[in-house]
């Protein structure tokens, strides 16, 4: 069967018209297209950005908490044990170590927001305040035990908790020493705080911090 293709003016002009139809139809889409990623990229800048500001904000406020903690319960009670020395127990240098119902109220208003920091950050600050916590509790038994010490019936078996304590006491310092050192440089790489603006966990890095 033989077919013949003829064109007739019109059916030419119909034919142009179609083809152009059907690539302004895929421009169109085309443009759509490029105009909603362009739209999903800047929601997701948005979205980033909105992300490094809260991790900048969270990492700067668990900064200056962690820095007020270290300098109250850590540098405040390695000074009492300096003063106090080998001596008899000290019942004023410990009293006023008493720890709050919430020591750190910072930390657990956030604590479920840090996963938006970094992971060794994340991991220095939980150390951090899981140590603190820890300390804090041998603090709270020093000063019930000071407290007995006041009473001449429990002296005797006071003092003996109290060295005890005392050994415990400066081990915990010293182990918080060196992880407040590892979370203040992940701390000021992070933010960029100054380090003379967290004066307490600045000074963590001092030599002796590094000793066992």
């Known amino acids: 069967m033989h077919v013949s293709w003829t064109f007739t003016g019109d059916g030419l002009l119909a034919f142009a ?9 895929w421009w169109s889409n085309h443009q759509s297209v490029k ?15 909105g992300r490094k500001c809260e991790a900048q904000s969270l990492a700067i406020v668990a ?7 270290y300098r109250f319960y850590v540098q405040g009670t390695e000074r009492g044990l300096q003063a106090a020395g080998k001596g008899p127990i000290s019942a ?4 006023v170590k008493r720890v709050e119902n919430r020591p750190f109220p910072i930390y657990q208003g956030i604590a479920d927001r840090l996963g938006v920091l970094d992971t060794p950050l994340v991991a220095a600050i939980v150390r951090f305040y899981t ?6 509790m041998i603090l709270e038994k020093m000063s019930s035990v000071a407290e007995q010490g006041l009473r001449p019936d429990q002296k005797d078996k006071s003092k003996q908790e109290w060295d005890l304590l005392i050994e415990q006491c400066r ?9 407040s050192h590892q979370a203040f440089q992940r ?3 992070f933010t960029g705080i100054p380090s003379e ?9 001092e030599p002796d911090a590094q000793t066992n």
């Open 17 to 25: 018209g179609g083809a152009l139809a059907l690539i302004g139809v």
């Open 35 to 49: 105009n909603l990623q362009k739209q999903l990229d800047a929601e997701k800048k948005v979205r980033e950005d």
């Open 63 to 69: 900064a200056f908490e962690m820095d007020f903690v």
């Open 92 to 95: 004023d240098a410990f009293l």
């Open 131 to 136: 140590d603190m916590a820890a300390f804090l």
């Open 171 to 179: 081990v915990a310092i010293q182990h918080l020493k060196r992880c």
């Open 187 to 189: 701390l000021q790489d």
């Open 197 to 205: 603006q967290l004066t307490a966990l600045n000074a963590a890095m």
